[in-house]
């Protein structure tokens, strides 16, 4: 095995004290995600934090205020949902953040320090989670394999029986509040992209179909929260854009709802059935409305500018939810029926400092009207920065108008931020999102090109200090920049990256590889001439600058051998490379493994454009 130049981890990235505090402090500042109520007890309420130092599960009684630590693992836990009786909270367990494992359930309370949590489902077996619908006697998990998607239904308590199997990615996505319907997203037409939805019984009898056809999607928000009702609420894609619709699935009949606002939408309902909150989002920012069904009538709610996170409505009307922007971290606010909006939820300990605003531009390119986000040190001199590219994962997601410790740390260190949202994207529309397709990379590097060009014309960009950096889809794209656009690029960091396209595919999870084929329009044994074209592996000996690669040993997605593929190839030619890697999956939980990696991937580009802050 090829021994690989090991990244060098500094012990202070900045010689200023308070400024290497102060970055450090953004990524250790206590968080917390947007609380999830019991349904039926709703003072009972499950939550993600980083206070222990690991994102893990938490409770929160609102009644005695208490906060309980609910998990407790090395490598952290994030998914977890509550009972609606408020009794249980399920939490996923898998190994090392593999993220293959099984769900398991405790009481709200807790459980004996020497009793382990128990299978939320008897006989169940292990995979990667595909949905999870907890009701008050019915309950159903869906599980991803190599060989396809298996879903469970349980009654009262029972062992698992499996409702539906299909070698397709699928997964459940609704119960309704009477427990007689079943929602199933699934790709049984060859497109995980592009959903479909089946309503069944749960015992797995097809109650009615939707699909809207090649390339329009469908996914299941929710049924209405009334006892009874039948009315599932639904985002389709129909007229270019994620729009809103809602499905009687009993009477099988349908109503758009069209909205007068730009950009694309999605809702929760309010707990009478008879409104939604509707989260809209614009240019990178949200903004939030209700909308009266029964009078199709929409009124702005008064929240800050920025994005929110995600919201839901209380049984008393209050609508909380989490929220940021590019200056300020994040909150949880609550607006009241009174109009008031207060901070919900503080977590221990200080808060995060702020940073700088963001400002947009819209580039032309090949496609149409790239939006980039900028940022840019306040007290930056006059002329051309050292500036970074951040691309984002996904591809099907977008940067937005939110608080990042990452970015922040960037513009400590005296960097301009340039955020891609690159075709590909999600927030402009399905032609946007979609333009990808039989062309992945390539076409998200016309834009970035594109942004390029415009940044170092317009003067922010000092053009030998330019370096492209991101994550899973975007250190994919970071690496195939690299070897595609040799000319544009003084460094490049590919954090847990799609390096090696064949040999990602063969080790990847079966949801990925359905992705993949979506995208592409086939397998590698169908289109090997397209996957070749697309890999970064195929350009490595064109690679100039200087990279970093880090990655994770149990990652499922951008799995390692892959990697090593690519590092490999790198250390014949002679090329200048570092590596490191840790022992989770596709991102760690660990606020120190975050640190870590953010300050060995700035100190690495600092160096390499021996610039010393």
């Known amino acids: 095995m090829t021994k690989h130049p090991a990244a060098e981890e500094p012990e202070h990235l900045f010689t200023d004290a308070d400024a290497d505090a102060r970055w450090r402090a953004r990524f250790r500042a206590a968080r917390v995600s947007l609380p999830e109520w019991a349904r039926d007890a709703p003072d009972r309420n499950v939550y993600t934090s980083n206070a222990s130092g690991v994102w893990e599960t938490y409770a929160w009684d609102r009644l005695t205020g208490n906060h309980r630590q609910v998990t407790d693992r090395p490598n952290g836990t994030y998914n977890s949902t509550i009972s609606p009786d408020g009794e249980h909270i399920w939490w996923f367990a898998d190994t090392d953040g593999d993220e293959f494992g099984n769900w398991v359930a405790e009481p709200f309370a807790g459980r004996p320090i020497d009793q382990e949590p128990q299978p939320a489902i008897a006989e169940v077996p292990r995979g990667y989670p595909a949905g999870v619908e907890i009701g008050r006697s019915i309950s159903s998990i869906g599980i991803s394999t190599d060989d396809g998607t298996t879903i469970v239904v349980s009654q009262d308590g029972q062992p698992g029986q499996v409702i539906y199997v299909n070698e397709n990615d699928a997964g459940v996505s609704g119960l309704s509040r009477d427990e007689q319907y079943l929602v199933i997203s699934h790709s049984e037409h060859g497109d995980n992209r592009h959903p479909a939805l089946r309503v069944v019984t749960t015992t797995g009898t097809t109650v009615s179909e939707k699909w809207d056809g090649k390339g329009k999607g469908l996914d299941a928000i929710g049924f209405s929260p009334v006892e009874g009702d039948s009315r599932l609420l639904v985002l389709h894609e129909r007229h270019g854009r994620e729009e ?228 899973s889809w975007g250190g994919y794209l970071s690496l195939l920049a690299a070897g595609i656009q040799p000319d544009k690029w003084a460094a490049a960091v590919g954090g847990v990256p799609v390096a090696d396209y064949f040999a990602a595919y063969e080790d990847e999870m079966e949801p990925l590889r359905a992705f993949d084929r979506a995208l592409f329009g086939g397998s590698p044994e169908e289109l090997p001439d397209l996957y070749r074209e697309c890999s970064p592996m195929t350009y490595v000996d064109q690679v100039r600058a200087p990279i970093l690669i880090w990655a994770g040993e149990n990652d499922p997605r951008c799995p390692i051998r892959q990697i090593d593929n690519y590092l490999d190839r790198l250390a014949e030619r002679g090329a200048k490379y570092e590596e490191f890697r840790y022992d989770a999956g596709h991102g760690s939980l660990v606020v120190a493994e975050m640190i870590k990696q953010v300050g060995i991937e700035v100190h690495f580009v600092m160096r390499m454009l021996g610039i010393k802050k």
């Open 244 to 471: 809103l619709l809602i499905w009687d699935v009993a009477a099988d009949t349908e109503t758009e709802i069209s909205l007068d606002l730009p950009g694309e939408l999605t809702a929760t309902w309010y707990p009478d059935g008879r409104s939604l909150l509707v989260v809209h989002t614009h240019q990178a920012r949200n903004t939030l409305h209700r909308y009266e069904i029964e009078t199709d009538s929409l009124s702005l709610l008064d929240t800050p500018a920025g994005t929110v996170g995600s919201a839901g409505v209380r049984p008393d009307g209050t609508i909380e939810y989490s929220w940021s922007s590019a200056a300020e971290p994040s909150v949880i606010r609550a607006l009241h029926v009174d109009g008031t909006d207060r901070v919900l939820l503080t977590p221990p300990g200080d808060r995060a400092p702020g940073s700088v605003n963001l400002t947009d531009a819209f580039v032309p390119s090949e496609g149409g009207e790239v939006h980039a986000l900028i940022a840019r040190p306040l007290d930056a001199p006059d002329g051309p920065l050292p500036t970074v590219f951040s691309l984002h994962g996904g591809p099907h997601s977008a940067d937005e108008d939110r608080f990042s410790a990452y970015r922040a740390a960037w513009i400590d260190a005296g960097f301009a931020v340039v955020h891609v949202n690159y075709r590909g994207s999600t927030g402009y529309g399905s032609a946007w999102r979609d333009a990808i397709e039989g062309r992945p990379g390539l076409t998200e590097l016309e834009d970035v090109a594109a942004v390029h060009k415009w940044a170092v014309s317009t003067g922010l960009a000092d053009p030998e200090k330019c370096v492209v950096a991101g994550a």
